[in-house]
């Protein structure tokens, strides 16, 4: 398995490369015992399906290739080994779950129930394969997310609902010299709609509100015409992510002649306990049988393709992924020691959802 990880790891497959996901998808064909994967292009960008026999209440392992880092990061920061962990741009998320993924349908034995997709946008919001997995995911009895685990190895039983949106202010431009008064500063505009948007976070409901990316102006002697800025919004329960949009739908530029609009919306709906509650009592059974570690769950408020899968009603479990940390930082890294134990968890999973006579 470490093998694997490592050349996964060094194929290199940013969101949307297609070339650099096709790499991983090749390797990811050949260690599958579930056969020859259907290779889907949406939108310019490659996922990887592997359908199954067809069977009621199908099993559905996901997970995506893609990572956040850039073509060249191996070239300062190359896969490495050492005191039990291994480093390297995309080990711990995701290619540590895909690599146990595999192996943990190696040690089930009986798969014809199993369907696994794997996707190649999700670090980037998942735009072109949220109705492919959706679709693949409607009629499953169960979703294994491999996404990496929380602190020690725990599941992700519960995870905040996402929204974007960007807030464009429109003043009107004129000479910062010459005659500024005749303008209408957008970005003075957008500093009062910042400090709005800054206030509409509940701490005692988890519900945070981020201005992130903003921009202004185009000259340095010109009264900026337009400016906007980019908001992340992350809450536990649905109904708080509507509250935030009602509430930066009303708020105004502060300013005589400015406008405000707002577009976005909510990404991803929370993935709630109630949907993972089930799978992870299920997932403790097996562990307890096979002696392996207990299984620990934790609430994250990072969103993932399991939000989708929950959203439409099907129990899923997230952080099926071995213990490490450092996601999206250049400390990445996954204990090396906890991969087989968490391969063998996962297949023993698999054995217990399959159907019945």
């Not at 940390?325 to 087989?340: C, K």
């Amino acid at each position: 398995m470490l093998k694997r990880l490592r050349e996964l790891v060094e194929a290199e497959s940013p969101s949307r490369d297609a070339a650099g996901l096709d790499r991983c998808y090749e390797l990811l064909a050949d260690w599958s015992p579930l056969g020859a994967p259907h290779r889907i292009v949406r939108d310019g960008v490659p996922h990887l399906y592997w359908e199954g026999r067809p069977r009621d209440r199908p099993v559905l392992l996901l997970g995506h290739a893609d990572t956040v880092w850039p073509r060249g990061t191996l070239d300062d920061w190359p896969c490495r080994v050492e005191d039990g962990r291994m480093t390297g741009p995309g080990v711990f998320d995701m290619k540590a779950g895909l690599v146990l993924a595999m192996e943990a349908l190696e040690l089930a034995g009986d798969v014809g129930h199993v369907r696994m997709l794997v996707t190649g946008d999700e670090e980037v919001g998942s735009g072109t394969s949220r109705a492919l997995l959706e679709e693949v995911a409607r009629d499953c009895a169960a979703v294994l997310v491999l996404e990496p685990s929380a602190d020690g190895g725990a599941a992700k039983t519960a995870r905040k609902g996402c929204a974007m949106y960007r807030l464009t202010v429109s003043g009107r431009a004129a000479h910062a010299g010459l005659e500024p008064e005749r303008g209408v500063n957008a970005l003075v505009g957008l500093a009062h709609v910042v400090l709005g948007v800054a206030s509409l976070g509940d701490q005692g409901a988890g519900t945070t509100v981020t201005p992130t990316v903003a921009r202004a102006g185009s000259t340095t002697n010109s009264v900026p015409e337009v400016a906007h800025v980019d908001v992340d919004v992350r809450a536990w329960h649905l109904e708080e992510l509507h509250r935030v949009e009602r509430e930066l739908a009303r708020l105004g530029a502060g300013l005589p002649g400015a406008s405000v609009k707002l577009a976005g919306g909510v990404n991803r709906a929370p993935l709630e306990r109630a949907r993972s509650a089930g799978l992870l009592e299920t997932a403790r059974d097996v562990a307890r049988a096979a002696g392996l570690p207990m299984l620990g769950e934790a609430a994250v408020g990072g969103g993932s393709d399991g939000n989708f899968t929950a959203a439409l009603g099907v129990p899923t479990l997230d952080g099926l992924g071995p213990a490490g940390g450092g996601a999206h930082a250049r400390h990445e890294w996954v204990d090396t020691r906890a991969i087989g134990e968490r391969a063998a968890l996962v297949a023993g999973l698999i054995s217990a959802l399959a159907p019945r006579e």
